[in-house]
């Protein structure tokens, strides 16, 4: 697979929250879980005698004979090992010591020369470093919107949310709505519209303020009152590739589902970056 098809692959996966009504706020956490085997680079460690036939700073046994970027050249020959537009020497934050392996940054078991998109963001290592962004950071600026973002939507608008999922990362999208009235809502729910090919996710009621603003229930909050701010969590799994470099999630803030339902809001979700680890070049 070329790097353009994988990029294709890669690209910017969608959970944006979008306010239609009242006021809608999310954020995301990335929560770090432990990498899984790796399964890319040889770990040889320390070693006299380390030979770079290519002169990138990386040892040729590390580097290993294969073809990842299917460009006829072995990685141990490969200046460009997997063809993402950054040499293998800039993938580097630091000059590797003595045979040590390249890190993997993302953690899906691929070393970052051989792995275009060595922070998992869905953007190719080459054109992050073009536009200005770090291939090792999702987020370069840290100012709270993931480079995906920026690099294909143009930013982040207030109120929108942007979840980058990852081999370790446990993306939560955090949303919240203030009812400000009239009157009281029987129920307040957040069902999905359609679940996209390729997704799983879990919604639930988080907590309300003030505490007495609302109840929570199984599927999202019961006697809303004017004022009441309520929360609730989406977490966001990818099942299989959803075939397409943005794709679609579409919720709805449902009120008073039993008497008279009525749509406040709808809610849209980008994601960015891969959960499936097997999604990259083998390195066999």
Aim: contains cysteine.
């Amino acid at each position: 697979m070329s790097p353009s098809e994988r990029a294709g692959r890669w690209g910017p996966r969608a959970l944006r929250v979008l306010a239609v009504a009242g006021m809608l706020t999310a954020c995301t956490e990335h929560i770090e879980l432990e990498p899984p085997m790796d399964q890319g680079l040889s770990d040889t460690g320390p070693r006299d005698g380390c030979r770079d036939t290519d002169g990138d700073g990386i040892d040729d046994i590390a580097e290993g004979k294969s073809d990842v970027d299917g460009d006829g050249i072995p990685a141990d020959e490969d200046l460009d090992s997997d063809g993402d537009g950054l040499p293998d020497a800039d993938e580097l934050d630091e000059p590797l010591a003595d045979c040590e392996r390249p890190p993997d940054t993302d953690g899906d078991r691929f070393r970052d020369p051989h792995d275009p998109d060595a922070d998992g963001d869905s953007i190719l290592d080459g054109e992050e470093v073009a536009a200005g962004f770090d291939p090792h950071l999702i987020d370069t600026n840290e100012d709270g919107c993931p480079d995906g973002a920026e690099h294909f939507l143009g930013g982040c608008e207030p109120g929108n949310a942007y979840i980058v999922v990852g081999c370790r990362t446990s993306p939560v999208g955090h949303i919240t709505y203030r009812w400000d009235g009239p009157g009281e809502l029987s129920t307040l729910e957040l069902p999905a519209v359609e679940e996209p090919l390729g997704f799983s996710t879990l919604v639930q009621p988080t907590f309300v303020t003030p505490a007495d603003g609302a109840t929570i229930t199984p599927r999202g909050f019961a006697g809303v009152q004017p004022g009441a701010e309520l929360h609730f969590s989406v977490g966001v799994t990818l099942l299989a590739d959803p075939g397409s470099d943005r794709s679609r999630l579409e919720y709805q803030l449902l009120a008073d589902r039993e008497a008279a339902p009525r749509v406040l809001d709808t809610v849209e979700v980008f994601v960015f970056g891969d959960d499936d680890c097997a999604h990259h070049p083998s390195s066999e």
